[in-house]
């Protein structure tokens, strides 16, 4: 067995592992990403309007569901960001506060988790070695704060991250209660649980599916004739939290964003090409071997598997640009060393625990499965801190399984690797890949924003190009605009001197490029920010006083006046 460990010791390493989670998610977190995206501004903004007025951007009462983009965001996130928002005022700092913080606590929280999930001070991986379940809790909260995946998210106001940290929360309070069977764990965790609903869709699938899974696997504990009471007493928390929002959820606003990225409604060209061989293929058996359902099972099949695939946890991600550094998995490459080990070691758990960790890491990337694309890092990011947790049991199988003198070169070797894979990651985070993907992030608003703001003053009308997606909320953003003041006379198209083009990613809207833009102004004396794509088309009718470049020193906007 390890030497132990004193509790000091314990606490004051955890203390250094949160401390160093916090600079990591902290640090120049206004500044990467090098611009916020639309739905970090839609959210803070609506958190603004909702801690100034009591009602969202389009003057709804406390609403539980946010019409934002007409995507309809899950409220838990926008109202927890009232605070930040109410005490650091609007900006980039407070958009982007609520998941740092509870992306540090995650971290935190992690540490106390592990240990009440493994149940025991001391674990068996050997025959004839232990090891304190405070050394395994340290490591995989240490592996967190480091993580990529985690990382990534907690540095930007992704409502899932800060739903995880309910997650994990509840999760702990409920091992609480099944080690020690006092009522007020449960009831907390069944609150807590209900609340993380309110986060994030994925959210939805996965965590009746954990509670489904601590049913079974605590059956007995929780269903006890002395604990039946309190588990029916946590159950009826549950509803009551959860069902004021269950109408709403299933409702046809609830489902707008399900139907946009569902399998069914989203399937790949591949899907659409199986499905047309059945014309090939007359009788019953082309019609249940080319089936419709089967094509759209095997996709779901498809996006699932995917999320244990080497290319996405180690080498590429999900591809996306705002879900972490191109070319890095969302796990470092070096934890393929320690996750072998590690899933073979879960054999030597606690039956009960194994089941869920394995069942854990099994539930989590469903609800990424049922949409497009796939793998996607940020609907399966409910798998955390369970990989965390596999690769510190790899660490402990393989180090003892060493002879004694080769320990600390292993411990020191591997402590060389996983500084050259983390400094690699933080200074592509920080350095090219900032730039790389600057334009996922809508980056060029803020300047444009800046520049119209020091230059608007001379001119009747201010005319936005909505190529690039919702211009006016970085607008009201930027702006401070007085919720009261949009609720009363504000839209989309337009508020005060500004005018918003249509985009292409609404079916309703039009682009500027085919516009009468004195007409679209009514008046001469209007300053028009068009994409380069639009000022091609209108170039006969702009002079150019400047261009807006992005971080990536790309052209975003051309700013005109009209001739």
Known sequence: MLASITTNKVYLILFLIVLFAGILRFYRVTDYPVSLYWDEVSSAYNAYSIANTGKDEFGTPHPLLFRAFEDYKTPANIYLSAFPVKFFGLNEFSARFTSAFLGTLTVLITFFLIKELLGKPVISLTSGFWIGSDY??????????????HTQFSRTGFEANTGLFFIVLGSLFLFRFIRRERPLNIYLSSAIFAVSIYFYRSIWIFVPLLILLFLIVYRKVLFAKVNLKNTVIAGLIF???????APIMFSKQGLIRARQVNVVDNSTAQTARFISNQQNFQGIVGKIVFNRRVAYAQEVIRGYLS????SYLFFQGDGNGRHGVKGVGVMYLYSIILILPGLFVLSKLE????WIIITWLLIAPIPAALSVPAPHALRSLN?????????????????????????????????IIILFFFVRYVFSYYGPNANLTSS?????????TEYVFENEKPYDKIVISGHYWQPYIYFLFYKNYDPAKFQAGGSKKGFDKYLFGGTSWDMNGKELGDQDLKKFAN???????LSPVEYNLQKNNLEVVKEIKNHNNEVVFIVGTLK
């Not at 395994?136 to 909260?141: E, G, N, R, V, Y």
């Not at 509803?239 to 929002?245: H, S």
């Not at 801190?385 to 199988?397: E, I, K, R, T």
């Open 307 to 310: 999320h244990y695939s080497a």
């Open 351 to 354: 039956r009960k625990s194994r």
């Open 136 to 149: 395994l809790a340290l490591l995989t909260s240490f592996f967190l704060s480091i993580s990529p995946w």
């Open 383 to 415: 798998m955390l801190p369970m990989p965390q947790l596999v690769q510190a049991l790899g660490f402990f199988m393989i180090f003892v399984h060493l002879r004694k003198n080769l320990r600390i070169f292993f411990s020191g070797a591997l402590v």
């Open 239 to 245: 509803l009551i939290i959860t069902v004021p929002f």
């Open 440 to 448: 996922e992030w809508g980056d060029g608003y803020k300047q444009l």
């Open 523 to 529: 008046t001469s004396n209007a300053l028009v920010a």
